[in-house]
Nanobody
């Protein structure tokens, strides 16, 4: 089993940066693909990024070139570095753990956290 806890959200101005962290507990962390999705009030969940245990990454078109996902298997932690933030990025960001990057992109995951709020002001 894997339990995920997100942190690092907050209020930033447009153009600013923020780094989210996801701390995972469980002995099988390295067996999972990790990812992030986000959801704004009244909107559908949106895939953001995913990373395999070996470091292969995938991003949503809306965040390519601005966001970077990474993981530290030794620390059981996944990160999301967000640069050049836009008001459209405002949402609750959730950390996921799943079988493959493709399944994460389809929002098919085995575990998820409780989320961290990111608010970007104009």
């Amino acid at each position: 089993q894997v339990q995920l806890v997100e942190s690092g959200g907050g209020l930033v101005q447009a153009g600013g940066s923020l780094r989210l962290s996801c701390a995972a507990s469980g002995r099988t962390f390295s067996n999972y693909v990790m990812g992030w999705f986000r959801q704004a009030p009244g909107k559908e969940r949106e895939f953001v990024a995913a990373i395999s245990w070996s470091g292969y990454t995938s991003y949503a078109d809306s965040v390519k070139g601005r966001f970077t996902i990474s993981r530290d298997n030794a620390k059981n932690t996944v990160y999301l570095q967000m640069n050049s933030l836009k008001p459209e990025d405002t949402a609750v960001y959730y950390c996921n753990a799943g079988k493959t990057i493709e399944r994460i992109r389809r929002l098919e995951y085995d575990y998820w956290g409780q989320g961290t709020q990111v608010t970007v002001s104009s």
